[in-house]
T-cell receptor, first 113, second 114 residues
Framework: GENVEQHPSTLSVQEGDSAVIKCTYSDSASNYFPWYKQELGKGPQLIID?????GEKKDQRIAVTLNKTAKHFSLHITETQPEDSAVYFCAAISQGGSEKLVFGKGTKLTVNP | DGGITQSPKYLFRKEGQNVTLSCEQN?????MYWYRQDPGQGLRLIYYSQIVNDFQKGDIAEGYSVSREKKESFPLTVTSAQKNPTAFYLCASSVGTQNPTEAFFGQGTRLTVV
C-alpha cells in the first residue's frame, strides 16, 4: 500500500522568510496530492492540492511542486506570517480501486514575529 | 450550511465501556473516513466507506467498528477491545472514488478514557 514520508517534523522560521516542507510517496499509481493545515484543536483544512498531470501549482503565497519520477512533492510558503503557524500534513491517494487517503506524519511550523 | 459534523467534541469513557462517536455530513458525499490522531503520529486510518452499506478496514481497525446505513452518517464505535483508546478522532468525507478530490474534515472528537 501507499506510504507517505514527510520532513521535517518541526520547522521554525522568522516572519517574512520562506518555509519548505517535503514529502515522498511510494505508490507510483498515486495521482492526487493534497496539503492540509491543522490549527490546534481543529480538523485539518485543505490549503492546496495538485494532480499528477501538473508539475506546479500556486495560490498566492503557497505553492506545491510535484516530481513524479522521483515520487516526491513539496509545499512552499513564501513571506511567512505568524498566522501560518500550524501543523501541515501532506497526503496521497490513487484513483480507482480502494480510495485510501494516506497522510504523512505532519510538520509543526512556527513563524516567529 | 453544508459541512461535516462530529459530536460530541469531548467524550469521557470508563475502561471496559463501548462508546460511539457520531459523524454526519450534508455534502452528498459518497466516501467517508475515520482517522485517529496521536501526538507525533499524524493521521492514521481506522475505517473508510466508499458507498452506503459497504466499508473497509484501514490500517488500525482493531478494537473499532463502524456502520454505513445512510449516506450521510458514518458512526464509529470504540469497543472495550481497543487497548489505548484515548486520542483525537477525525471524520472526513469526499465526493467519491471516480476522481479523487478534497476531503472535508469535521472538528474532531477528543476521547479520554478515565
Amino acid at each position: 500500500g501507499e506510504n507517505v514520508e514527510q520532513h521535517p517534523s518541526t520547522l521554525s522560521v522568522q516572519e517574512g522568510d520562506s518555509a519548505v516542507i517535503k514529502c515522498t510517496y511510494s505508490d507510483s499509481a498515486s495521482n492526487y496530492f493534497p496539503w492540509y493545515k491543522q490549527e490546534l484543536g481543529k480538523g485539518p483544512q485543505l490549503i492546496i492540492d495538485i494532480r499528477s498531470n501538473v508539475g506546479e501549482k500556486k495560490d498566492q503565497r503557497i505553492a506545491v511542486t510535484l516530481n513524479k519520477t522521483a515520487k516526491h512533492f513539496s509545499l512552499h510558503i513564501t513571506e511567512t506570517q505568524p498566522e501560518d503557524s500550524a501543523v501541515y500534513f501532506c497526503a496521497a491517494i490513487s484513483q480507482g480501486g480502494s480510495e485510501k487517503l494516506v497522510f504523512g506524519k505532519g510538520t509543526k511550523l512556527t513563524v516567529n514575529p | 450550511d453544508g459541512g461535516i459534523t462530529q459530536s460530541p467534541k469531548y467524550l469521557f469513557r470508563k475502561e471496559g465501556q463501548n462508546v460511539t462517536l457520531s459523524c454526519e455530513q450534508n455534502l452528498n458525499h459518497d466516501a467517508m473516513y475515520w482517522y485517529r490522531q496521536d501526538p507525533g503520529q499524524g493521521l492514521r486510518l481506522i475505517y473508510y466507506s466508499q458507498i452506503v452499506n459497504d466499508f473497509q478496514k484501514g490500517d488500525i481497525a482493531e478494537g473499532y467498528s463502524v456502520s454505513r446505513e445512510k449516506k450521510e452518517s458514518f458512526p464509529l464505535t470504540v469497543t472495550s477491545a481497543q487497548k489505548n483508546p484515548t486520542a483525537f478522532y477525525l471524520c472526513a468525507s469526499s465526493v467519491g472514488t471516480q476522481n479523487p478530490t478534497e476531503a472535508f474534515f469535521g472538528q474532531g472528537t477528543r476521547l479520554t478514557v478515565v
